[in-house]
């Protein structure tokens, strides 16, 4: 079943495709991009909801979803570009008032108490997708490097279903969304066709450079959780034998209880030991 909040994302977005297309002729292939966009983000953000047993958007998600709608009239544009001019202004236009409400569904979130979960994936989703559009619209101009770029995110998201360790909780980081800022500014700089071609390809090799550090640095981070988790996995399977020793076989309350206690002294003074713990924990009372 399709949420409300979604529904009327998909209706703005056809409002938004069909004003496009009565001022500047949108055309069938920028009308298939911008339609089907708006299928998959209706779909996909109605199963979020779901798994998330959320029955309405918050005030920031409202905001998330507008830059959303915004993001798939740069996509429609972007696609119609490949066999028409299109009106760069208007497509820069669009572009950054989503990279301004951007600045925008963060503070909401704080501010009315309704951040979650939910509202960051979404949130980060549209960001990168955002990026990736600009990066197909500037590629024509300055090299298919650029779409680099766009395919960081996406490349790291299929790294991460081939190394498991990729898959751990990063800590927050206010630079990441600030990277994330950067590359869609870059990007609609660089397209505006406002500044000199090289002073284009300087900026755009500056976005990828704090991208790769960024992403980097997570990489980095993660491999070192990893390395962690294995060096005490001798301590979790000591645990997971105390568990089962001191605790009475009929009583899984007991037996959660005696694990973390076992655990306790240490699990300041190894990261991730906290989680071990638990898992110590669970094993015991199967």
Same mark, same amino acid.
């Given at each position: ?47 979020g ?119 751990? /909780? ?33 900026? %755009? ?12 640095? #997570? ?8 390395t ?5 996995? /001798? ?12 605790a009475?076989?009929? #009583? ?9 206690q ?6 300041r003074?190894?990261p991730?030991?906290?989680? %071990? ?10």
């Open positions: 079943m399709v949420r409300r909040g979604p529904l009327v994302g998909l209706i703005s977005q056809f409002v938004l495709l069909a004003a496009l297309s009565a001022a500047f002729r949108l055309g069938l292939v920028g009308w298939l991009a911008g339609s089907g966009y708006g299928l998959a983000l209706c779909g996909v953000l109605s199963r909801m779901r798994r998330s047993d959320r029955r309405f958007l918050g005030p920031a998600d409202v905001v998330t979803l507008t830059r959303a709608v915004l993001v798939g009239g740069v996509l429609a544009l972007t696609a119609a570009s490949f066999g028409r001019q299109v009106p760069i202004a208007v497509m820069i236009t669009l572009a950054g008032v989503a990279l301004a409400f951007d600045a925008v569904d963060g503070k909401v979130a704080r501010r009315t108490a309704t951040a979650s979960a939910f509202g960051a994936r979404f949130d980060m989703e549209i960001d990168a997708f955002m990026i990736l559009t600009l990066s197909v619209f500037v590629a024509p101009a300055y090299g298919a490097w650029v779409l680099t770029i766009g395919a960081m995110r996406y490349t790291f998201v299929v790294a991460s279903w081939l190394l498991p360790w990729l898959r751990s /909780p990063l800590p927050q980081r206010y630079w990441r969304k600030a990277v994330a800022a950067a590359q869609g500014i870059a990007l609609a700089l660089a397209g505006s066709g406002l500044v000199p071609h090289v002073i284009g390809i300087a900026v %755009l090799f500056a976005a990828l450079a704090l991208l790769v550090e960024s992403f980097g640095r #997570d990489v980095v981070w993660s491999w070192q959780s990893r962690s988790l294995h060096r005490v996995e /001798p301590l979790r399977l000591y645990r997971v034998r105390a568990a089962r020793d001191v009475a076989p009929h #009583d899984r309350d007991v037996h959660l209880s005696s694990a973390q076992a655990g306790h002294g240490d699990a003074s190894h991730g030991d906290q989680t %071990l713990v638990r898992r110590a924990a669970g094993a015991g009372t199967r």
